[in-house]
């Protein structure tokens, strides 16, 4: 088997470039067809680089080859092949904005990737080498595969890792972590899991004790719930930085590492820990949920075929639904935190006015459509792609839930998990997809219950109403009250009550970026790009606003809010019927109720031998 050689230079990432150089074996013929990745399912949908690529030219020694882009698709590239050639060297840049700082790259394979369409890339190899600055740590899962060949350039100034060959497919499911500081800590006393860490200084990459503590206990907790674990080494990669932008906060699964971004102090504070921790469990969750085990449309062996986005709900929901459960077992999350995110979940879902037309198995069905939807502006009449994060969350609680009364506590779903997901022994990286009856089959193994029914009537059809049985069943009831929580009198927190209010969602300077369909303001005729200016008749700001809405509550006058918007050149003045106040969402405990999340968010017996 030939094999692609692939160069990628990152010194220069933090201005935003990769530059990239790629020998690609090529068959006798006039014309050789090669492509970039289209469909990326980490990100479920197609996110791949065509867009980004710069500079692209085709070499064969000294001659460039004529190139033409496919018409119809757009990241295939079809290449005059001279007789007698048989490798073609591909140049280019590519474009980077959201994993990057002066002081880490986080580099995701498919940005620089290019090979021979129309292939079987599990079967497509691949022998990647990496340049970075020479003072730079460099940390990703290839080294599973054995340590790299290491060198220097010969200005002495970069370090060129050359990796061992592997798939096209793992090397882009092994994103690399590389930065000025950079740190690496294991987690566990067999050395199968390992937490690297690059940040914005040196003193932000030393880890306290505490956590690192905490982040083990969550790797033992996710072991007990999800039984044994695909992978040989797994890497916690992990940038620490408050410079990055956009995307560069979010996290990125896959099989035996994850790459994610959290603030500078995310493992030092505790109070960030708390409310951003969850992130690390979610990602690793994903290891099983996600990559060992996916819905059969989310597995195909390259990335040109699109992805079924059915089966979310599963990949996306029950991981958000463990991130919480883990997060708290293992100390990284306080129960108060869990009720008070799980209370948010509640609000920002009611306020999801699309559930009038589109069913949850649509928000997953037509995810990549978010790429277009246009930002915040009637997003939730669209209702998008994070609604099967949230209302998975609410599901499988109701799922666990049932199974814990229904069977007197005997059992829950923690052994599904146990059983689906591990499967009692390690398949390393293959991947095992699910169809809806394989979960409903396995859910029966646990506890007999109409499964297909449930999820008949709280996925797949419209539902209007959020699913409040999980909460109820567990003991808790959902309100509204007029007062933030204890410690949550943030900004944040007002900008969610005036939404979960009035309905308008509130940007800086009084830009309204999305309002609720149906909801009080949008029945005075304001809309998404519009600006208050003024509120009663005093300047616009935050608080101000806040105040009229609660001063309204239940007044004996005629009880409106008034309010000066602007757009373009026009003003005009509009009052809002509304007489509620301010509402925060809140999940308490039902007097005299059995508290099933006492149980729910128990940790579990542990053996770290996984």
């Not at 003072?135 to 899962?141: L, P, R």
């Not at 204890?486 to 940007?507: C, F, L, P, Q």
């Amino acid at each position: 088997m030939r094999v692609i050689h692939l160069a990628v230079d990152l010194r220069e990432a933090p201005r935003n470039l990769i530059h990239a150089e790629v020998y690609l074996p090529v068959q006798p013929g006039p014309t050789a067809t090669f492509t970039t990745p289209v469909w990326i399912q980490e990100l479920h949908a197609p996110a791949g680089p065509a867009a980004r690529v710069a500079g692209l030219r085709f070499f064969s020694e000294d001659r460039v080859l004529r190139w033409q882009r496919d018409p119809i698709n757009n990241a295939e590239y079809h290449v005059d092949i001279p007789a007698g050639v048989d490798t073609v060297l591909v140049v280019f840049d590519a474009v980077i904005t959201w994993k990057v700082t002066r002081r880490m790259v986080r580099l995701g394979w498919e940005h620089v990737l290019i090979y021979p369409a129309h292939r079987d890339l599990e079967k497509t190899a691949v022998r990647a080498a990496v340049t970075v600055p020479r003072s730079w740590g460099v940390a990703t899962a290839l080294e599973n595969l054995g340590r790299p060949v290491v060198s220097y350039t010969p200005d002495g100034e970069g370090k060129r890792l050359l990796y061992h060959t592997t798939s096209v497919l793992r090397l882009a499911d092994s994103p690399v972590l590389t930065g000025l500081h950079l740190a690496e800590y294991p987690l566990t006393a067999d050395g199968r899991h390992i937490l690297c860490v690059a940040a914005d200084t040196e003193d932000s990459a030393v880890v306290p004790q505490e956590t690192l503590d905490k982040i083990s206990r969550m790797v033992a907790q996710t072991l007990a719930v999800f039984g044994l674990g695909h992978y040989e080494i797994f890497r916690f990669l992990l940038a620490l930085s408050d410079y990055g932008e956009g995307y560069f906060y979010g996290g990125y699964e896959h099989h035996d590492s994850f790459e994610a971004g959290m603030p500078r102090d995310g493992l030092a504070d505790s109070v960030v820990l708390d409310d951003k921790g969850y992130l690390v469990a979610h990602e690793f969750i994903h290891s099983w949920c996600g990559k060992f085990r996916r819905p059969a449309g989310h597995a195909p062996r390259n990335f040109a075929t699109p992805l079924d986005g059915r089966l979310m709900w599963v990949y996306e929901g029950l991981s958000s639904y463990y991130e919480g459960v883990v997060a708290v077992r293992s100390g990284i999350m306080s129960r108060e935190t869990y009720l008070a995110k799980l209370g948010k979940k509640v609000a920002w879902l009611q306020g999801q006015t699309g559930r009038l037309w589109r069913s949850l198995e649509d928000t997953g069905t037509g995810a990549s459509l978010s790429w277009m939807a246009g930002g915040s502006t009637w997003a939730n009449w669209l209702r998008g792609t994070r609604d099967y994060y949230f209302e998975g969350v609410l599901l499988w609680l109701d799922v666990d839930a049932l199974i814990r009364s229904k069977s007197g506590g005997k059992r829950s779903l923690d052994d599904f998990t146990r059983d689906f997901f591990g499967q009692g022994k390690r398949a390393g990286s293959r991947v095992v997809p699910y169809t809806l009856d394989d979960i409903v089959e396995a859910l029966d193994r646990v506890f007999p219950h109409d499964w297909r029914a449930l999820f008949e009537s709280k996925v797949l059809d419209v539902s209007p109403e959020v699913n409040l049985d999980g909460i109820e069943r567990a003991g808790y009831r959902f309100q509204y009250e007029g007062e933030p929580g204890v410690g949550r009198d943030t900004d944040n927190a007002t900008k969610e009550a005036i939404w979960n209010s009035v309905g308008i969602m509130v940007a800086e300077g009084g830009q309204l970026q999305d309002v609720r369909r149906g909801g009080p303001a949008d029945m005075a005729k304001l809309a998404p790009r519009q600006t208050i200016a003024r509120v009663g008749g005093s300047p616009y700001s935050l608080g101000a606003l806040a105040s009229e809405i609660s001063s309204k509550r239940q007044t004996d006058d005629d009880g409106r809010i008034r309010l000066t918007v602007t757009q373009e050149d026009d003003g005009w003045d509009v009052e809002i019927d509304y007489r509620d106040g301010l509402r925060y969402p809140r999940v308490e405990r039902r007097d005299s109720a059995v508290d099933m999340f006492q149980s729910i968010l128990a940790p579990e017996k542990v053996c770290m031998m996984q």
